[in-house]
């Protein structure tokens, strides 16, 4: 279920950006229709996923590589996740995974 929830987030905040980026660049004559245009819609549709998808993302990976009874399922996991960490410790290894995605 973590998994099939994190994979659900990226490809939506994936294509939805994508699409409404390059639609922009377009619509407003900043780039034609080749590949600059891509490689900006892509690079910006990356970077917006990454942003929507980190928190799920390091939720599911603590959760999966926790020992057995550390956490009681993924909530519980982000609950004890925020209030011993504080909300930034959803956005761990933001860097790495944006320019993996």
């Known amino acids: 279920l973590p998994n099939i929830t994190r994979n659900a987030i990226v490809n939506c905040g994936e294509m939805v950006t ?3 980026i390059k639609e922009k660049l377009l619509d407003y004559h ?3 229709d080749n590949f ?3 490689f900006v819609s892509a690079f910006g549709a990356g970077f917006c996923a990454t942003l929507v998808a980190s928190p799920v993302d390091v ?3 603590r959760y999966m590589n926790s020992p057995p009874g ?3 399922s ?8 925020v209030t ?3 909300p930034t410790a959803f956005y761990k290894g933001l860097t790495p995974s944006f ?3």
Do not use: A, N, S
């Open 99 to 101: 320019l993996r995605l």
């Open 74 to 81: 993924p909530f519980d996991c982000m609950l004890k996740m």
């Open 59 to 61: 939720v599911k990976t």
């Open 18 to 20: 994508y699409d409404i």
């Open 70 to 72: 550390q956490y009681h």
């Open 36 to 38: 600059p245009c891509h």
């Open 30 to 32: 900043l780039l034609t």
């Open 84 to 86: 011993q960490e504080g």
